[in-house]
């Protein structure tokens, strides 16, 4: 018996090597998917990004993981940079992040085409906490994408049982029978009128030149106008919930930073830098001191 979620999940894959592959500026193939059953919560490995679709028009949601490592070396592409195999800085992380949602949406689009759905309004984006998925069990499928040159990285989609009971083939929209045919009024026709035909020309034309991009930046330039949302940070601290609670106008609790300590920046919960509080014309800014911190770590 076949697998109707077989093949929507083998367009999906199919979805993500397309993106994956016009961001790193390479032909991207995706193997077969492969079904399995898991009856465990979803956990945010240090090794996996993952990222959460919604898709209004069914209801339902899936959860997409990707390896960290293996998105390092798409990045690498994108910029034209080689890497050095460590960590991830700031930024990378936050091109990380915008292209997994972008591969995401894309799998969502393909799910609703699949479907039969409308695809308005799907949004993707990465998981800040397992709270943030639904629960088990889930309907598991993978797939290798083949990127070329001994790169292949496993993508893997998790669906929920409520996804799996929308996806049933009883729960998909019926097909619309086409509507029948108008009648026509056909006018009688008249005897076909032959004459002597005359040579066709056409104006020479010369193929649009090609402007090169910039090197690294080709690929780049498809999440540029991605917007992004930016934090500043005063500083932070912990309370108990018996502190917050009896918290009233006036009450004043420190934090975790002096006075003279610069603020944090973030981009999507990302620390990307960190600077000065300035004024320009009666408002509040932020001049940058310092560009990919390095963490403090504990």
């Not at 919960?269 to 504990?298: C, H, T």
């Amino acid at each position: 018996m076949s697998d109707p979620l077989l093949s929507v999940a083998d367009a999906m894959f199919a979805s993500a090597a397309s993106v994956l592959g016009t961001l790193a500026g390479r032909t991207v193939a995706a193997g077969g998917a492969a079904r399995t059953q898991s009856d465990a919560s979803i956990r945010i490995e240090p090794d996996v990004v993952a990222t959460l679709t919604r898709v209004p028009s069914g209801d339902l949601s899936f959860v997409t993981q990707y390896v960290k490592r293996d998105l390092a070396r798409v990045v690498e592409l994108m910029l034209g940079t080689p890497g050095d195999g460590g960590e991830l800085d700031a930024m990378q992380l936050s091109i990380v992040a915008e292209t997994v949602a972008q591969v995401s949406s894309a799998m969502g689009e393909a799910l609703t085409t699949e479907t039969g759905r409308a695809s308005n309004g799907i949004e993707s984006a990465v998981a800040a906490g397992a709270a943030d998925f639904p629960a088990p069990p889930f309907a598991t499928f993978s797939a290798p994408l083949d990127l070329g040159e001994g790169f292949t990285t496993i993508v893997r989609i998790d669906f929920d049982v409520l996804a799996q009971h929308r996806l049933a083939p009883e729960a998909l929209p019926a097909p619309q029978a086409p509507a029948a045919p108008l009648p026509v009024a056909v006018a009688p026709r008249r005897p076909a009128r032959i004459e002597e035909g005359q040579p066709v020309t056409f104006a020479a034309m010369q193929p649009t030149p090609v402007r090169p991009a910039a090197p690294g930046h080709a690929n780049l330039d498809l999440v540029h106008d991605v917007p992004l949302e930016i934090s500043a940070v005063l500083g932070m601290t912990e309370l108990s919930l018996r502190e917050v609670v009896s918290m009233q106008t006036g009450s004043v609790f420190e934090l975790d930073k002096l006075s003279t300590d610069p603020i944090d920046l973030y981009v999507n919960n990302i620390l990307i830098a960190r600077g000065e509080v300035v004024v320009v014309d009666d408002k509040f800014a932020v001049k940058i001191s310092e560009l990919n911190p390095v963490v403090d770590k504990v």
